[in-house]
């Protein structure tokens, strides 16, 4: 897979194979390429498919928008998740399950069912019934931000779930809660993708494969021992390991820098 974004070129030739009931960390430097990844796999428009194919149940879906994806089953938490007054989160979230229900050519819910199912899903990430009517992320915490795209992802039941540094930000207690929720929705008809900075999260849930991300590509593939020796000891060894000087590997002769 090849991306990039303002002419600039940042996935090299990315290979990345996630099979169902499987679970992926990635982890790399700051410029590597994670959340390029993330958005160009989601379909964000202002990123620049160069080349390769992303492809889901055997199918090529490279060249559907977002909306799209999200029908046939991808689904991807921000890192930063937006705010947006004015739309209460039960609306959204059943506007969202609703619309994934019709793509599988399932029955709608209405309010009545659906505000049952909801309250019974927001139990499990521990987000209070009262958030159902307040507007998407409007004043809530950087904990309670995360807990609602894990109620997202919980609703969807997506086929591929990935999670972009979602425990960035995070206290020790919704960091917890957090993972609880991804672990317990896991199940075996979805792969599901950890792109973090930290071994944290991997504390709480252990992942089948751990790669590291440079230069736009990954350059090694281990299990969770691979990152916890990154936890220890950084990246400077797999850089000596792969060849590449600090630079290529974060990405920084490839990303403008303003002086």
Same mark, same amino acid.
């Given at each position: 897979l090849n991306a990039g974004i303002n002419g600039k070129q940042i996935l090299n030739g990315l290979s990345l194979?996630?099979?169902?009931?499987?679970?992926h960390a990635i982890m790399g430097p700051n410029g590597s390429g994670k959340s390029t990844l993330s958005h160009v796999i989601m379909g964000h428009p202002a990123y620049e498919h160069t080349g390769g194919e992303i492809l889901l149940?055997?199918?090529n879906i490279s060249s559907l928008g977002a909306d799209l994806r999200a029908r046939r089953g991808i689904f991807l938490a921000f890192q930063y998740p937006k705010e947006i007054?004015? %739309?209460?989160?039960? &609306?959204?979230l059943r506007t969202s399950? &609703?619309? +994934?229900?019709?793509?599988r050519?399932?029955?709608? /819910? &209405?309010? +009545? =069912?659906?505000? #049952?199912? /909801? #309250?019974?899903?927001?139990?499990? !990430?521990?987000?209070?019934p009262e958030f159902m009517e307040r507007y998407i992320n409007d004043g809530f915490s950087?904990?309670?931000?995360?807990?609602?795209?894990?109620? =997202?992802m919980t609703l969807l039941d997506p086929k591929i779930a990935i999670l972009d540094e979602t425990d960035s930000g995070l206290d020790v207690d919704a960091l917890r809660i957090v993972s609880e929720g991804i672990k317990k929705?896991? @199940?075996? @008809? #979805?792969?599901? +993708?950890?792109?973090?900075?930290? =071994?944290?999260?991997?504390?709480? %849930?252990?992942?089948?494969? !751990?790669? +590291?991300?440079m230069d736009g590509r990954i350059v090694k593939s281990g299990g969770k021992e691979l990152a916890e020796r990154l936890e220890k000891d950084g990246y400077d060894w797999v850089r000596q390991e792969v060849g590449l000087d600090e630079n290529e590997a974060d990405g920084l002769k490839k990303l403008p820098i303003n002086n």
């Amino acid at each position: 897979l090849n991306a990039g974004i303002n002419g600039k070129q940042i996935l090299n030739g990315l290979s990345l194979d996630i099979k169902q009931g499987e679970i992926h960390a990635i982890m790399g430097p700051n410029g590597s390429g994670k959340s390029t990844l993330s958005h160009v796999i989601m379909g964000h428009p202002a990123y620049e498919h160069t080349g390769g194919e992303i492809l889901l149940d055997g199918e090529n879906i490279s060249s559907l928008g977002a909306d799209l994806r999200a029908r046939r089953g991808i689904f991807l938490a921000f890192q930063y998740p937006k705010e947006i007054p004015g %739309i209460t989160l039960s &609306n959204f979230l059943r506007t969202s399950y &609703n619309t +994934v229900r019709a793509a599988r050519g399932e029955e709608k /819910l &209405n309010p +009545v =069912q659906f505000r #049952r199912l /909801l #309250r019974e899903k927001m139990k499990e !990430v521990s987000l209070k019934p009262e958030f159902m009517e307040r507007y998407i992320n409007d004043g809530f915490s950087g904990g309670e931000k995360k807990k609602a795209e894990i109620l =997202q992802m919980t609703l969807l039941d997506p086929k591929i779930a990935i999670l972009d540094e979602t425990d960035s930000g995070l206290d020790v207690d919704a960091l917890r809660i957090v993972s609880e929720g991804i672990k317990k929705t896991h @199940n075996s @008809n #979805r792969g599901t +993708v950890l792109i973090t900075h930290y =071994q944290r999260i991997l504390h709480y %849930i252990t992942p089948d494969f !751990v790669h +590291v991300m440079m230069d736009g590509r990954i350059v090694k593939s281990g299990g969770k021992e691979l990152a916890e020796r990154l936890e220890k000891d950084g990246y400077d060894w797999v850089r000596q390991e792969v060849g590449l000087d600090e630079n290529e590997a974060d990405g920084l002769k490839k990303l403008p820098i303003n002086n």
